[in-house]
T-cell receptor, first 113, second 112 residues
């Protein structure tokens, strides 16, 4: 069974550009999470989908970040326009249940220059 | 405002000895606790968890201890093996909540 897949694995963009990250969760997992780790700090929650609905987006830094999960399958996280402080590793995770542990993808390393 | 703190950024242990990784949390409402292990260029992998109704959970070489009064969590690995070398993240949250709060991680190196 395939795990959580994230694309791209690395992205380097200039300040002011737009970047879209994609996450394919494990098939059948209704719960999908986005997290971010900046410069060796803690892994911080961004938002949580249950199927196509946003259950909790309290961790989204600002309105430059937009997450979608059309059809309740894969999810995208768009940053527009990107700023220097957006650099970090973005992790997606999925889970069959709201409670308990989640399976993480390998992450997308975003560098804004 | 960190909800979870891992005060040791790194730890080195001799192969075969015990590794003890520590974690402190601030919110007494947290009732579910997890440890994740992360290798370079990979995502975190779930290792072991414990709910607040227990004070110990064991899985093979890994044991997690929970001290609710001290709001302290620890992970014991015994015996430690070189393959255990990784970054370990403590995570806590409510079992009914949507998100988990992670610590900054402790990089464990097991020396052969």
């Amino acid at each position: 069974e395939a795990g959580v897949t994230q694309f791209p694995s690395h992205s380097v963009i200039e300040k002011g550009q737009t970047v879209t990250l994609r996450c394919d969760p494990i098939s059948g997992h209704d719960n999908l999470y986005w997290y971010r780790r900046v410069m060796g700090k803690e892994i911080k929650f961004l938002l949580h989908f249950v199927k196509e609905s946003k259950q909790d987006e309290s961790g989204m830094p600002n309105n430059r970040f937009l997450a979608e999960r059309t059809g309740g399958t894969y999810s995208t996280l768009k940053v527009q326009p990107a700023e220097l402080e957006d650099s970090g590793v973005y992790f997606c995770a999925s889970s069959p249940r709201t409670r308990g542990s989640a399976f993480f993808g390998q992450g997308t390393r975003l560098t804004v220059v | 405002d960190q909800q979870v703190k891992q005060n040791s950024p790194s730890l080195s242990v001799q192969e075969g000895r015990i590794s003890i990784l520590n974690c402190d949390y601030t919110n007494s409402m947290f009732d579910y606790f997890l440890w994740y292990k992360k290798y370079p260029a990979e995502g975190p992998t779930f290792l072991i968890s414990i709910s607040s109704i227990k004070d110990k959970n064991e899985d093979g070489r890994f044991t997690v201890f929970l001290n609710k009064s001290a709001k302290h969590l620890s992970l014991h690995i015994v015996p430690s093996q070189p393959g255990d070398s990784a970054v370990y993240f403590c995570a806590t949250g409510s079992n009914t909540g949507n998100q988990f709060y992670f610590g900054t991680g402790t990089s464990l190196t097991v020396i052969p």
